[in-house]
């Protein structure tokens, strides 16, 4: 299992959360599920996305950490925050640009996906792939991805002028090299009468508040 990779296509996400409930079965999970389910638009329709870390070849959470918590092994695999280093600080909930680690607050601790490290690392499967029945979350060798699937694995995203590489690959449309994240994009400027960006106060204590567990 060394050529298998992790590939998400969130268009097949049947909003089941059969890989929430299962992720908290990992053994060193606790019963704490690290997936994050999200709606897209939950006003207008029910399609889900499933949210696990994408495992960043140059992990912005761990270059932001003051404690030196947040490791990245050999393999790729991004770790949560080791316990007795973490100090809480958030930096890495505010750093990340896909929006993954969560502070823990029961635990004083950031905790995120892992992809099952104490899985794969022996030669299984993650627990949410094990699971997943329309195969959203998908563990496996890139060929029979590329087989048997119209989208094409992507696994480099574009915030503004930095390209982001990751270990977790996206499906998207066959034609595209990499995936473009504009936050501007997703504003709906349109629709209000203030600007948002002039409103916000100094600091993000609204985004670091969205980003806690609470246990």
């Not at 761990?62 to 918590?69: I, S």
């Not at 696994?155 to 936050?183: H, L, W, Y």
Request: with cysteine.
């Amino acid at each position: 299992m060394t050529n298998y990779e992790f590939f998400i296509d969130q268009s097949r996400c049947i909003g089941c959360q059969a890989c929430v409930q299962a992720c908290g079965e990992c053994d060193t999970h606790r019963g704490t599920s690290m997936i994050h389910f999200e709606y897209v638009h939950r006003e207008t329709g029910v399609q889900a996305a499933p949210v696990v870390c994408m495992h960043c070849e140059d992990p912005t959470c761990a270059k932001v950490c003051p404690a030196d918590a947040i490791k990245q092994d050999d393999d790729g695999v991004v770790l949560s925050a080791a316990k007795p280093r973490c100090v809480s600080c958030s930096n890495c909930v505010i750093g990340c640009p896909f929006g993954v680690p969560k502070m823990q607050v029961s635990f004083e601790l950031m905790m995120k996906c892992d992809m099952c490290y104490d899985r794969t690392s022996v030669g299984k499967k993650p627990m949410c792939a094990t699971v997943c029945p329309s195969e959203a979350l998908y563990y496996g060798p890139r060929e029979h991805i590329e087989k048997h699937r119209r989208e094409k694995p992507v696994n480099e995203f574009q915030f503004g002028q930095q390209t982001v590489r990751t270990k977790v690959n996206m499906m998207t449309a066959p034609d595209r090299e990499s995936i473009g994240i504009d936050v501007a994009d997703y504003m709906p400027l349109g629709e209000m009468d203030f600007d948002p960006m002039f409103e916000a106060r100094d600091g993000a204590p609204d985004a670091a508040e969205l980003a806690v567990w609470e246990g």
